[in-house]
């Protein structure tokens, strides 16, 4: 994945920066920014450093519900995210409320996170701002995410499963040219629907099938017994044979209708 960095998304120059060094870092903080999913990191920095008076945007990192990762004060920037908690704590922020984040989202954290630790070259205590501070932050459904330990799939709730996606598939309806409502518009079928029709066209076509084979059959037979009738003998069932021979060779012609 990539870092959007800050010159990338506009950032302000930092009034100030204080760094530490990895071996300082023991600490994963996640947040959320309890504001509208679209509003920009800009707008975040801004009401950081011209609201709150802050050196510059709070958090490290800041993540977005379409997965989309945003360089903060970065790695080694002392941040002001949580009380305490800034020099030992990497504070991420995902954009939105309680219940915006996405699987996409998610996946996004943990990446940073992942990268922390692969940088830091040791496992980093998860939390949520609410475990080292008095807030509802990150929200009940983002801290549960965290306590159950960040799972980078996110499948649990947001991807749908395998068979889930069949049944969508089975399900989803497209434009059907070739069959037309009372006015002429295509209709909107499924796949599902489409079985069905089949199913019904293959059992119409088989029992006009059968009749016709039953109607040779009489037909066949009543020339047996005129023949009969006139001293002449005929084999109805090689007739029968030959006829079905007939229609066989003409199905198989491609354009025989
Ligand atoms: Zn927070």
């Known amino acids: ?5 800050r010159s990338e998304w506009g950032a302000r120059s930092p009034r100030n920066r204080q760094t530490v060094s990895w071996s300082q870092r023991t600490e994963f903080v996640v947040h959320y920014s309890e504001g509208p999913t679209s509003q920009s990191v800009r707008s975040i920095q801004d009401f950081h450093m011209d609201g709150r008076g802050w050196a510059d945007i709070g958090y490290n990192f800041l993540v977005d519900v379409k997965g989309r990762i945003y360089e903060g004060r970065g790695w080694l920037v002392i941040g002001a995210h949580a009380p305490d908690h800034n020099t030992s704590g990497i504070g991420v922020c995902m954009i939105g409320r309680d219940g915006d ?78 069959r037309t409502d009372g006015n002429g518009n295509p209709r909107m079928v499924a796949a599902e629907d489409f ?41 109805s069932e090689a007739l029968i044979a030959r006829i079905n021979g007939e229609i066989d060779r003409v199905s198989a012609q491609p354009d025989a209708g």
């Open 1 to 5: 994945m990539d870092i959007i960095s």
């Open 101 to 178: 984040a996405t699987a996409a989202a998610k996946r996004s954290i943990r990446w940073v996170y992942d990268e922390a630790v692969r940088r830091r070259g040791r496992s980093l205590k998860k939390l949520g701002h609410r475990d080292v501070y008095a807030t509802s932050c990150p929200g009940d459904e983002l801290y549960a995410w965290v306590r159950a330990g960040m799972p980078a799939s996110g499948s649990e709730d947001d991807m749908p499963s395998a068979e889930e996606i069949a049944t969508a598939v089975w399900k989803h309806k497209i434009s059907n040219q070739f």
């Open 195 to 235: 079985l069905e029709y089949s199913d019904a066209h293959h059992d119409a076509v088989m029992a006009r099938l059968k009749a016709q084979g039953a109607a040779i059959g009489e037909l066949s037979r009543a020339l047996a017994a005129l023949a009969a009738d006139r001293g002449q003998t005929v084999d």
